[in-house]
């Protein structure tokens, strides 16, 4: 879908893509809760650079200062060194270990460009984090340099970080260890967005019942199937517990699961959709 912009005092026309204005929009507006991005440079106050790496060589940063500006939360995500850099996992330890160390520092004393300003994330509110492949520091109102938070498995702090930087981070007191699960192929087996029940939050004074379903993708009958229960019992208990569904109601419900486990998909939730209906009324 696409809208036309005039210029005035000009013989053209500005097309722009609809979906690229509500890009823009929300970026701008703050709609964005996080947001991993990058990092060629980054300095002592957490300043980055992805726009300019030397004087010949001008990259530009795009939609980065749109993104990086009103979001919430941010990860800059990159490799501790650059050039040559090789690592080597130990699936069994889960552990990390620099093989090789790259040529080219990316934590230095002075960035060529600042594309993002570390104390400007400070005076705004903004959580930032630098995640790397051996540790990961955060910027905070607390010190005017990085705090250095997490450390992989198998990764020695002063060889492996602390020599490999142009400056000293704060080392925090509660120094934790990355995940061991981050270094091995197998599955990590996480819940990123927690059970169905936690994903339902009641308004009483609005009679609301809110469910968040990102996320959530169902890939076959047997996941259509579950969902469609275990929603069904979830909603029955919210409308029994404020008075809009009586138990001789919900009991003459279960009568009818039979004939939904008979019915087509569609037609499932079609069924669903009216007891829930009937429940409100």
């Given at each position: ?37 990058g990092a060629a440079e ?163 004074d609005d009679h ?74």
């Open positions: 879908m696409f809208f036309i912009l005039p210029f005035i005092n000009y013989d053209f026309y500005l097309i722009i893509s609809y979906k690229l204005f509500i890009s823009v929009i929300v970026y701008d507006g703050g709609g964005l809760d996080i947001a991993y991005l980054v300095s002592p106050s957490g300043d980055v650079n992805v726009s300019r790496m030397n004087a010949s060589r001008i990259t530009g940063p795009g939609g980065f200062i749109d993104i990086t500006q009103s979001t919430r939360k941010i990860c800059f995500m990159c490799t501790f060194t650059a050039k040559g850099l090789e690592v080597a996992f130990d699936e069994k330890a889960g552990s990390i270990s620099i093989a090789k160390e790259g040529t080219k520092r990316k934590f230095v004393n002075k960035i060529y460009e600042t594309t993002f300003s570390g104390d400007e994330s400070v005076r705004r509110g903004q959580k930032v984090y630098y995640v790397t492949e051996r540790c990961v520091f955060r910027r905070t109102a607390a010190h005017d340099v990085l705090e250095l938070i997490e450390i992989a498995p198998g990764i020695d702090l002063e060889k492996d970080i602390l020599q490999q930087m142009d400056f000293k981070p704060i080392i925090s007191k509660d120094l934790k260890l990355m995940d061991e699960r981050f270094f091995k192929q197998d599955k990590m087996e996480i819940s990123l967005f927690g059970s169905l029940a936690e994903r339902c939050v009641y308004h009483e609301l019942l809110f469910i968040d379903l990102f996320g959530i993708s169902l890939r076959n009958e047997t996941e259509i199937d579950w969902f469609m229960v275990r929603a069904m019992i979830l909603l029955c208990g919210y409308l029994v517990s404020v008075g809009k569904l009586t138990i001789h109601t919900y009991q003459s419900h279960r009568n009818h699961l039979t004939r939904y486990f008979n019915q087509s998909p569609r037609k499932r939730v079609l069924w669903m959709l009216l007891c829930l209906i009937k429940g409100l009324i």
